[in-house]
C-alpha cells in the first residue's frame, strides 16, 4: 500500500478515536456518516483498533458506573447509567421497546420517561437514602419505542440536605421532556429505618 494510503487511514483511525472519545455512544452508522466511509468500513476500522461496539461500550460504562450508586442500587434505577459524578452529573440511556409502550400506540408512555429522570435524580445524590420531596416537569414530544432516550441530570444546588436536581431527556436530536426536581437526603437510624 501506498503511503498516500496509510496516512489517509491513519488520519481516519485518529479522528474515529476521537469521536468514541467525545461521546462513546456513537453508533457505527454516525461514525460512518462523519467520516464519510461505509459503516463496513467503521466495522474494520473498529476492529483493527480494538474498540468494542457499541453495546459493549454501553455495558462497560454502566458497570463502572453502578459502582458509584450510593442511594440507590443500579436495578431501581430505570434506564442504565453510563456516567456519574455523585452531587454534580449523571447521564443515563433508556432504549425503550414496546414493553415502555402506551397500549395500542408506538409512542412511549410517559411514566417511563419521569422515572428515567426521577431515579436518576435521586441516583445522582450522594445520600445513604435519598427520595424525590417535589418535582416541576414538562413533556416537550413523545418518543417512539425503539427510540434511545438520553438523560442528562445536574445538581444546581445542595443545601442542608436538600439538592435541587434538573434532569434534561432528549430522544435523537430533540428535548422531550425537563424537569425540576427537589431531592431529599432521608435520616436513617442504625437499622436502616427512616428516622422519626
Do not use: C, W
Not at 30 to 36: D, H, I, K, N, T
Not at 39 to 67: F, Y
Not at 131 to 150: D, M
Request: glycine share 6%; proline share 3%.
Amino acid at each position: 500500500m501506498n503511503r498516500v494510503g496509510i496516512s489517509a487511514k491513519q488520519k481516519r483511525h485518529k479522528r474515529l478515536i476521537g469521536l468514541l472519545n467525545s461521546d462513546p455512544l456513537t453508533s457505527d452508522n454516525r461514525l460512518a456518516l462523519e467520516l464519510g466511509v461505509s459503516v463496513g468500513t467503521i466495522r474494520l476500522d473498529r476492529e483493527a483498533l480494538n474498540l468494542p461496539g457499541l453495546r459493549e461500550r454501553t455495558r462497560h460504562m454502566a458497570e463502572r458506573e453502578s459502582n458509584r450508586l450510593a442511594s440507590l442500587k443500579q436495578e431501581e434505577v430505570l434506564g442504565e447509567i453510563l456516567e456519574l459524578e455523585p452531587n454534580r452529573r449523571a447521564l443515563s440511556v433508556l432504549t425503550t421497546s414496546r414493553e415502555h409502550a402506551f397500549r395500542h400506540t408506538n409512542l412511549v408512555a410517559d411514566h417511563y420517561i419521569y422515572a428515567q429522570a426521577a431515579t436518576l435524580a435521586i441516583a445522582v445524590v450522594r445520600e445513604a437514602l435519598a427520595a424525590i420531596g417535589s418535582a416541576r416537569v414538562q413533556f416537550a414530544h413523545s418518543p417512539y419505542v425503539g427510540e434511545r432516550l438520553n438523560a442528562i441530570a445536574i445538581v444546581r444546588a445542595h443545601k442542608e440536605g436538600k439538592y435541587m436536581v434538573s434532569v434534561h431527556t432528549r430522544a435523537r436530536e430533540r428535548e422531550i421532556f425537563v424537569a425540576r426536581f427537589v431531592v431529599i437526603a432521608i435520616e436513617t437510624t442504625i437499622g436502616g429505618e427512616p428516622a422519626k
